[in-house]
């Protein structure tokens, strides 16, 4: 549209400044009075010509209404016309200024572009992990619940969830899923490993799930006998069966048993359940229901309304306790509920916004480097801003221009950075480690935009008020006498020096924080994980129970699995043990040692697995006192066990703990077996390396009691020592293992240095984040206190060359600009230093191994701080004793 | 019989801004010139005639000044601008295309 003239308001406003309505009623009036006069010229009488030209007219309230409105619609169309005109010319004007100077443009521009670019690719971050809700119907009403056994959550049994869903009024539903591993077989293909869960009927209602086809479970296939029907993950279904939708009715072999597939499901249930592929009834069976030794079921609920999540807890409490007595092995089971949300990201939670608080202070690092240029600019622009406003310029309007260069500078850096906003989202999912949940909805998307929108718009005003402020207010008159150099130059030091200051402080705290946490990493690298990981081959199996029923064929098959893989060429020594040292998986159990009282006060929490013969050997865990389990460790014969070190001082602090027991499984007739200890072991960490070492027990694989394998659904780690690379070995081993039982599929298999790495994935991951911002901050540090030194040495070049030309050395001059610069340094550090001490707090849960005062960060830090500004405040100060003294005085 | 302008749909623009094309004019010259030079054959009505004026000036076809009339008295002027005559070259040419459609069809050869 083209802009309206502004020719006429201009006058109007010129000359009697009339307001739209006047104007209206004047030509509205002057149009009847002139058609008056033609009639009366026509021979009317004055009085009838008035009245015809009135009726001639028609409706003159209407008229006037109409014209007035539009009338008033083009005045705010011109209003908003000038606006933009306005601040067109300005932006344009900043334009050219910035252009005039590329160097300052470009270092600004890039300065902004890093601090908004870090800020927007951790927030994208943080809005997907943390922010985001879950992608289900009412997602706040949603809850884990977990049996509570001494402040500890687990997973519950079957006949304490079939009492809390009838006793329970809180929830409108409560549903249990049970992670179980499937041998899937369709004919078309050789037998593989898929996991799965058994889930209620009422599961996908409660989560609100969809269907991507087919139906969910009714309640009659939740009976058993009535189960055998499969849902397929939508995912699994487009990679496993090519997304054919008549996959529909048709039958799949699982774990031996025939299923009828009823439905796909949609990939919203990917979001808690990403590794599950294919979903059946849990159809509870009487059995089932009466147990409550056995905890394998994870319990979700869904609030009634109007039920909070303490009302909800107290309720389940009370419920809880009968239920200790009324079921077996049931003591001290308590219950905790716990929003879903909270579960799911709450670990992520304070470590991303430290991240987030992290990068914030980039951004600000950014924005004061950034103002602090602009200030040495404005002083530089001192003289072309006095005649702007000698020549008329309101200090208004010159405010507004300045204030305009900042927000095309903002909108040049945040256009870059949401660039590097965006290479940065890619590069971190690359190297994150992938159990963060959420992470792969990292993106660019509206919000994480608009975020960068504000983070530019904020740091705009931010860099740009303070210097737009000063160099506006400086004395006009003053600077055009003194040709630019004005009094208020001091004043304008001491801010800028507050400035570098306050950089030098924040990049402290940044690089105080990496710091402690390349500390922590260091330490955590030389801690002994209790075994030797080099060389060691590591896969699960799972025997699907169709094929396996009994005990005896569960043991007959690992004997001759662990045979043929011994045999295979290259492997020293193999064994299979149920959860592997440092995956965190442990299942733990308490027991009191035999002789003490059944007091819980005497009760020890281990964390137990069952091995074969030759584990020791092949994690080279040493064996300290007694000996590995071995051939005469059968079925029939005693029952033995293994402890580590730690759990041995534990239960038997002075003593040999050889031939002591503790009780084991429960035999029928309810007495427990007493089982010895055969051995004692070295250390192995079992939940990561931060962790201190929990008492352990190795059962023998050979004696363990069918209940055992029912838990661990029938699975077992295969570990092989290799001469050569393990990896390498993969396909031998996997043959080994065909040679057994063809349809028996390999699953996670992964290396244990492997395993190693993957565990102090997130440590190092955060350590890289940190480290990094830590250096951009200590980079866009370094450029301001050059820039502050070197504009110090430009601006007193005459002062330096008189000094030198009175006989002052190099040296002292030196030391004269120098001084200058540390000067903000120096209370940067302090005050950095003090900040960082009461901010390090923050990371308690991330170091390791050091305090969060460490003192050797808080010196190193600081000392390398130090040298680095120190570096570039000499680099532009060599620039001051170049100066040649006569040339100094002339200018 | 006498037409209103206003029932030539849409043209009641054109012939402002024709109007308007020999000089600056007030809303009631404007009306006089267009009954006198159509011989009071079209009627403009100033119902019409003023919500047209102002729509166009929003529209940035005309703009106004306030100046003297022939008679001494302040009035508001209303002159094209260069927006204006390229609309009027428009409205000229849409309006000849469709007096000939219809003449082709009311007054065949």
Known sequence: MPRPGTFGRQLRSLLWKASVADEVDAELAFHVEMRTREYIARGLDPELARAKAVGRFGDLNRVNDTCRRIGEGRERDMRRAEWIHEFVQDARYALRQLARMPGFTAVSALTLAIGIGATTAIFSIVNAVVLRPLPFPEPDRLVRVYTNRRGVDGSASAANFVRWRERSHSFSELVPVEYRNFTLLTGDRPAEQVTGLRVSADFFPALGLTMRLGRPFSNEEDQPGHDNVVILNERFWKSRFNGDSGIIGRSVRLNAVEHVVIGVISPAADVMTADANIWVPIAFTTEERADSRKGYLDVFGRLAPGVSIAQAQSEMSAIAKPLETELEENRENGVRVASLMEVYVGSYRSRLFILLGAVAFVLLIACVNVANLLLARGAARGKEISIRAALGAGRGRVLRQLFAESVVLAGIGGTIGLLLAFWGVRALKAVAPSEVPRLDQAGLDWLTVAFALGATVLSSIVFGLVPALRTARSDLQGALREGGRSSSLVARDRVRQLLVAAEVALSLMLLVGAGLLIRSGIILQRVEPGFATARVFSAWLALPPAQYESVESVRSAYDRILQEVRAVPGVESAAGITVIPITGLSAQGNFIPEGRSEDPANSISFNFRVATPGVFQTLRIPVKLGRDFDDRDVAGSPCVIIVNEAGAKKAWPNENPIGKRIPGRREPNGQRTMCSVIGVVGDAHDDGLREAVRPQIYFASAQAPEAFWFAMQRSMFILARTTGDPRAMTKQLQAAVGRVDPTLPMFDIRTMDERISASLATGKFNTMLLTTLGAIGLLLAAVGIYGVVAYFVTQRTGEIGLRMALGATPGSVLRLVVGQGMRPVVLGIVVGVGLAGAASRLLASLVFGVGTRDPLTFVAVPAVLGVIALAASVLPARRAIRVDPTKALQS | ?109
């Open chain 2, 1 to 109: 019989m006498a037409v209103a302008a206003k029932d030539l749909h849409g043209t009641l623009d054109a012939l402002i801004l024709k109007t308007l094309s020999w000089g600056p004019r007030h809303g009631y010259a404007i009306a006089r010139w267009l009954e006198d030079t159509s011989a009071d054959e079209l009627v403009i009505e100033e119902g019409s005639l003023y919500p047209a004026l102002y729509r166009m000036e929003r529209k940035g076809w005309i703009e106004a000044e306030w100046g003297e009339s022939e008679l001494g008295r302040k009035a508001k002027l209303y002159r094209l601008t260069t927006v204006g005559r390229k609309q009027l070259r428009a409205e000229t040419e849409e309006w000849a295309r469709f007096a000939g459609a219809v003449s082709r069809i009311l007054l065949p050869a």
